[in-house]
């Protein structure tokens, strides 16, 4: 997103973008606190979807722009279990996911955990954690013995971690992007959500591993 904002401003002087990355979750929060905030991008449906139900998303600005694949990953030194019910056995004992109350890739791996009957027996094993790449660093780290991550944070470690597995989600991983209601430059943050959507921002994107979202 840094590089997409670089080209934004580039093709509109004397407009900047100020980034503020973190979870989905502690995002909406902000705002939802009166942080002054123009566009909002979600790694998932739900959060942007309360969002919208608390009236916070200016109408028909909404749309996904990237998707995503949620992955199993492990140390790069330890071996790959066979089946994602391995991780049910003795074998795996400390497990890393995104806190799924607050954190969309945890909510990817409890509806995954859960359609295939693994979620009672696998959750005491959880770690929870705030975002996405602190289950990527714990797996590196060795902390714990897998992970659960998107395939494009996967690519960031690729001497520490391996993917294990790609699991499929019942629902696709798709990131929307939506203006803000309460934004104070409405024509600017449309042009740059209809910019991230567009041809330069896509190709930055596809660099990065995500795919266009249909």
Known sequence: MREVVQLFEA???????????????SLLQQ?????PVDVLATADQTTMDQAQQAGL??????????ANQLVLVVPSNASKPIRLADLAGNGYSR?????PDSVPVGRYTKTVLESQGLWVSVQPKMIYTANVRQALDYVARQEVQAGFVYATD???MPEQVQV????????????PIAV??????????????????GVQAQAVFARFGFSAAP
């Open 180 to 197: 803000i209601q309460s934004t104070t430059q409405p024509a600017a943050a449309l042009s740059f959500v209809q910019f991230v959507r």
């Open 57 to 66: 998303l200016r109408a028909g600005s909404r749309a996904d722009f990237v």
């Open 31 to 35: 705002i939802r606190a009166g942080a």
């Open 164 to 175: 294990a597995m790609t699991l499929p989600t019942p629902e696709p991983v798709r990131y």
């Open 154 to 156: 996967a690519r960031l």
């Open 95 to 99: 497990i890393a996911m995104g806190n």
């Open 11 to 25: 093709a509109h002087p004397g407009v900047q973008v100020r980034l503020n990355t973190g979870g989905s979750g």
